[in-house]
């Protein structure tokens, strides 16, 4: 994986990585505020993600469209089907009305952030 760190401001940089896979090249530019170690700390980070199969390109896709695709696609995989219908009331009535409309591009692979949904009292293993 290859990546460079370009100083944009006084304290901003703009990390440059290639997040292409096999022949096909994509380039991923992210800024960030701070000093030129805190930059290089960052770029090691997301080259290891990319490196580990861990990267999850940034995305407009809501909880909403996401829940209903894992249930529909996923669940039904490695679920029970008792579970997939109490997941799908739990999603219907609780976490989609709070939920519907934010999106996920603040998420990340993190087991604990990305694996599990949290509303309110009630936590859900994604």
């Not at 944009?8 to 992210?30: C, F, H, N």
């Not at 080259?47 to 829940?67: C, D, F, H, I």
Request: overall charge positive.
């Amino acid at each position: 994986m290859r990546g460079n760190i370009t100083r944009r401001g006084k304290s901003s940089w703009r990390l440059k990585y290639d997040v292409g896979t096999g022949s096909e090249r994509r380039i991923a530019y992210v800024t960030v505020r701070g000093t030129r170690k805190q930059a290089e700390a960052e770029l090691a980070k997301r080259l290891t993600e990319l490196a580990e199969g861990r990267y999850v390109p940034p995305t407009v896709e809501t909880v909403e469209s996401y829940a209903r695709y894992w249930i529909a696609d996923i669940a039904l995989t490695s679920r029970a089907a008792i579970t997939i219908e109490r997941f799908r009331r739990c999603f219907v009535h609780t976490s989609f009305p709070a939920l519907a409309q934010s999106n996920c591009r603040g998420w990340t692979a993190r087991p604990s952030i990305a694996s599990t949904l949290r509303v309110g009292k009630w936590a859900w293993r994604l």
